[in-house]
């Protein structure tokens, strides 16, 4: 290996220290932020692992066809020691302002898609709902002479409507029965609640 290589292998080697320092202080602020636990801290620190290895590995390859020599791991241990000794403070406090500062955006997009597209889609669609129980009220109110005048057909074909009835009952019952345990479930009533 060429001296040329090894300082470009060292001063890589060094950088991925310094960004797995840099990796470990968003890994630790976020999980302190989003109160991750259990197996998702367990699942972190396997992404974590893998994404350093995969650095010092692809970084390796790429500066001198992976040669290990004995700098290489004081280099990397350096870079993670300078991080830590003088970047920790600041970079904790930026990843944190920067998370602070997503969320608050994020907060804010939310609020004008509520005020903006949620509230006057509901506002809009409650109106159209009234509207059309007032017309459907208003059309029965209008038709009311017409169906009083075909009362008596209505009394002829009983009959057969019954016998419908009848034969459409297999069909309408598992339907209806279907209906009702949507209902229950989407009301939030579980059958223990009946």
Not at 84 to 101: C, L, P, Q
Not at 111 to 121: D, K, N, S, Y
Not at 164 to 189: C, D, F, H, N, Y
Request: glycine share 10%; hydrophobic share 55%; charged share 15%.
């Amino acid at each position: 290996m060429t001296l040329p290589t090894q300082w470009l292998t060292l001063g890589l080697m060094l950088g991925s220290g310094w960004l797995m320092g840099f990796m470990l202080d968003l890994y630790r602020v976020l999980s302190r932020r989003f109160r991750l636990g259990g197996w998702a801290i367990s699942l972190v620190d396997l992404l974590y692992w893998g994404v350093s290895g995969g650095l010092v590995f692809s970084l390796l390859m790429w500066s001198n066809w992976g040669e290990l020599r004995f700098y290489i791991f004081a280099a990397i241990l350096t870079g993670w020691l300078t991080y830590h000794t003088w970047f920790e403070n600041w970079v904790s406090r930026g990843i944190e302002w920067g998370v602070h500062a997503v969320e608050q955006i994020l907060r804010f997009f939310l609020r004008m898609f509520l005020v903006v597209v949620w509230r006057p889609g509901v506002a809009v669609w409650v109106l159209l709902r009234r509207l059309a129980v007032l017309g459907f009220r208003l059309l029965l109110w209008v038709l009311r002479i017409p169906l009083g005048m075909l009362s008596p057909l209505g009394r002829w074909l009983k009959p057969v409507g019954d016998h419908l009835t009848r034969r459409l009952e297999p069909i309408v019952r598992p339907v209806a029965q279907l209906s009702r345990t949507i209902r229950r479930w989407l009301s939030g009533k579980g059958k223990n609640d009946e």
